[in-house]
């Protein structure tokens, strides 16, 4: 029987059992920094209306959505897979808004609670947001399939992500080859956040009955699966709250490569004395940070991200100049209109651009 004609059969009174409604929510509150939102729903949507099995998929995209209307959106669409896209705050949870407009967070037991209703439904969730990973493990209690990120993701590295996961899904592929498809775009494009996407999955139809067991959860672990993970929130263009233009040129001047062992001691590379000095200005910076009364509480988390992400960089033996180039810029640009830190972030781009003579 082909396939044209099971569907004839199938799809009575308007329902269609081979439709698979994909549910994007959008969260990007007032007082956080603008996220590539419409860019990532234009590119899956693109990408599925290439596809072979274009007519197999319905994309709802619902912006701004607000605590007091996730459930609710949940009930009207019905979905098959759930793709939420915005800010991620770690073991704080996932940023979503409120009535007006500004950040909410909501906890991995909340959400874990809440998808419990929709497990015979729901499919597979994709949490595309900095350190979600954490939110995954609570709602594969409920779900078989769910995607999270084990540390914060940048814009370019999440849209690939999700390029190559529908990419394969539009292929007909399965949740399984649909995840490893989305890391291998990323990879293809150069972009060294590979191993950031976790899956946890376990197969329904084996597994149906342990559903909300956790201990029977299958997770399909990266190379950094047993890697400790930092629990703050926000991607490297997450830190927003004024604006500059481009304020990192010192470091986009730069040239060369700098090698620095795990202990951030010794460097084997062009022995860079101001190395030390940059790590203990990026501490005192984090201080200031988390002293200051000019930022609220998400602002100061927003604002410390950067600075851990050019510390970890700086660990590496092989830091990635590009990363610590943005994390730069968006210091710059989240913190420029407080006084007290707008200095101290300067002082640290010009130590860092002396790192990579």
């Given amino acids: 029987m082909g396939t044209t004609f099971r569907r004839e059969i199938l799809e009575t009174g308007g329902f269609d059992l081979f439709m698979k409604k994909i549910l994007i929510l959008l969260a990007n509150p007032s007082d956080t920094s603008q996220l ?27 912006g701004a959505v607000q605590v007091d209307d996730l459930q609710q959106t949940l009930y009207d669409y019905n979905p098959t897979i759930v793709h939420f896209s915005g800010h991620g705050a770690g073991k704080d949870g996932l940023v979503l808004e409120d009535s007006s407009g500004r950040s909410v967070l909501v906890s991995e037991d909340a959400l874990a609670r809440l998808f419990k209703a929709f497990q015979t439904q729901i499919e597979c969730v994709i949490l595309n947001a900095c350190y979600s ?9 409920h779900i078989d399939c769910v995607v999270g990120m084990n540390q914060a993701i940048g814009d370019q590295a999440a849209i690939k992500f999700a390029v190559g996961f529908y990419r394969a899904l539009g292929a007909g592929e399965p949740y399984e080859n649909c995840f490893e498809s989305g890391r291998t775009l990323i990879d293809l494009n150069g972009i060294p956040e590979v191993d950031k996407p976790q899956i946890k999955y376990r197969n329904r139809t084996k597994n149906a009955a342990m559903s909300s067991n956790p201990e029977s959860n299958k997770t399909m672990p990266s190379p950094q699966e047993n890697a400790p993970s930092q629990n703050k929130s926000q991607t490297l263009s997450n830190i927003t709250i004024g604006g500059t233009n481009n304020p990192s040129n010192l470091i986009n001047d730069a040239s060369g490569n700098v090698k620095i062992d795990q202990s951030h001691r010794t460097q084997t590379m062009g022995q860079n004395s101001n190395l030390e000095v940059a790590l203990t200005e990026l501490e005192k910076l984090k201080q200031a940070i988390v002293t200051t009364n000019s930022l ?23 830091p990635d100049k590009s990363l610590i180039n943005e994390a730069v810029e968006a210091l710059k640009k989240g913190l420029e209109g407080v006084e007290t830190l707008a200095e101290p972030v300067m002082k640290v781009a010009k130590i860092l651009a002396t790192v990579f003579i």
Avoid: C, G, W, Y
């Fill in 36 to 62: 590539r939102l419409n860019q990532e729903v234009s590119e899956i949507q693109k990408t599925l209306r290439q596809s072979n099995h274009r007519d197999e998929f319905e994309i709802i995209p619902v």
């Fill in 133 to 141: 990973e954490i939110q995954a493990n609570a709602i594969h209690q």
């Fill in 296 to 318: 609220n509480s998400i602002q100061k988390k927003q604002a410390e991200f950067p600075v851990e992400m050019i510390e970890t960089e700086l660990k590496k033996p092989q």
